[in-house]
């Protein structure tokens, strides 16, 4: 009897271990479906497969605010942005947060209410600046506690400014000058540049033809102290993961 049961074992084991990786593969099929909705559905991911748990949130195209911009625009929108942050935030399973940006700015009350969420955060952020952080992209990208930018990349720093009707009257100026004021005290608490130095980037007249502002590469960013280092994914996971374990303060 012992040699008969022994025989059988050995019979089904082959059809038990392929039912085991049929088992294994549908699990990770059904992971890869839930991932990709995710990102169609938010525009984030969170990864639970690495060293920590990390939600990955990802800013492109143009910040939409309380006006639907047109189909043919890529946008973030920021009714989906805020949701996502405060489910982060009280989610124990994310340990921390990257932001990956690539956005020519947008809406200014939108995109700074969702830098104002991010730079409130207690769980470790890190961004990552890939091709663009351009207009209220700049505050998006210093809100994290640790900031970085690819070498390629680039950020226009100009004044806040409005296209369509406006009132023609001094209260105008004076909202647009306090929202201006808004933006270089949230950026220049959030990084290392100094408000004086921030305003010369902003009114510069030599370097834009159509506008008034600096571009800055990666490099630029870094040596004026918008962005805290150069770096790319590999530097921003490292980064992330040292804050989570304790080895690094945000700078």
């Not at 990257?98 to 009350?109: A, F, K, R, S, W």
């Not at 100026?173 to 220049?188: A, C, G, N, P």
Request: hydrophobic share 35%.
């Amino acid at each position: 009897m012992k040699a008969f049961d022994d025989e059988e074992t050995r019979q089904n084991a082959p059809q038990n271990n392929e039912k085991q990786d049929e088992a294994e593969s549908d699990e990770q099929e059904t992971g890869s479906q839930a991932q990709t909705e995710q990102i169609e559905r938010t525009g984030g991911i969170t990864t639970g497969k690495g060293k920590h748990t990390i939600h990955c949130l990802t800013i492109i195209g143009q910040i939409e605010g309380h006006y639907i911009l047109p189909a043919t625009n890529k946008t973030t929108k920021y009714e989906h942005v805020i949701p996502q942050l405060l489910a982060v935030e009280q989610d124990p399973d994310i340990e921390g947060l990257v932001i990956i940006l690539n956005t020519v700015g947008g809406d200014v009350e939108a995109g700074l209410a969702i830098a104002e969420l991010l730079s409130g955060m207690k769980k470790p952020t890190v961004s990552l600046v890939l091709g663009g952080g351009h207009s209220i992209g700049v505050p998006l990208a210093v809100s994290a506690r640790k900031s970085f930018i690819v070498p390629s990349a680039t950020m226009t720093v100009h004044p806040v400014r409005m296209n369509g009707l406006v009132l023609g009257v001094p209260q105008t100026l004076s909202y647009f000058d306090k929202m201006q004021e808004r933006i270089v005290k949230f950026v220049t608490d959030n990084s290392n540049i100094t408000p004086e130095r921030f305003r010369q980037l902003m009114m510069n007249k030599d370097e834009l033809v159509m506008d008034v502002g600096t571009v800055l590469d990666g490099q630029s960013a870094v040596d004026e102290g918008l962005i805290d280092a150069l770096g790319g994914v590999s530097d921003v996971i490292e980064s992330l993961y040292a804050m989570i374990e304790g080895r690094e303060e945000a700078s």
